[in-house]
Nanobody, 116 residues
Framework: QVQVVESGGGLVQAGGSLRLSCAAS????????MGWYRQAPGKQRELVAR???????YYADSVKGRFTISRDNAKNTVFLQMNSLKPEDTAVYYC??????????WGQGTQVTVSS
């Protein structure tokens, strides 16, 4: 069992920056692909960025060039640096740890609100 806990959300003006953190429990963190997803009111949850166990990143087109995902395996933590934030980035952001369909864990989410 892996527990993931997000932090770092908040209210920011358009054009500003936030850094989200996701701390995961367990000794096998380095084996997990880690992802950030978001869900805006009335919309489906969508993938924002993902980083493989080997450190390869993937970004949704909507955040390319603005967001950066990184991981620190020594600290069991994954980060999402969000720059040039837009009002449409407003959502609850969730951290996901995935290794297999039976080892797929979600955090409780952290709210990000971008004001115009």
């Amino acid at each position: 069992q892996v527990q993931v806990v997000e932090s770092g959300g908040g209210l920011v003006q358009a054009g500003g920056s936030l850094r989200l953190s996701c701390a995961a429990s367990g000794s096998t963190f380095s084996l997990y692909a880690m992802g950030w997803y978001r869900q805006a009111p009335g919309k489906q949850r969508e993938l924002v960025a993902r980083i493989s166990s080997s450190g390869s990143p993937y970004y949704a087109d909507s955040v390319k060039g603005r967001f950066t995902i990184s991981r620190d395996n020594a600290k069991n933590t994954v980060f999402l640096q969000m720059n040039s934030l837009k009002p449409e980035d407003t959502a609850v952001y969730y951290c996901n740890a995935y290794r297999t369909p039976y080892a797929d864990y979600w955090g409780q989410g952290t709210q990000v609100t971008v004001s115009s």
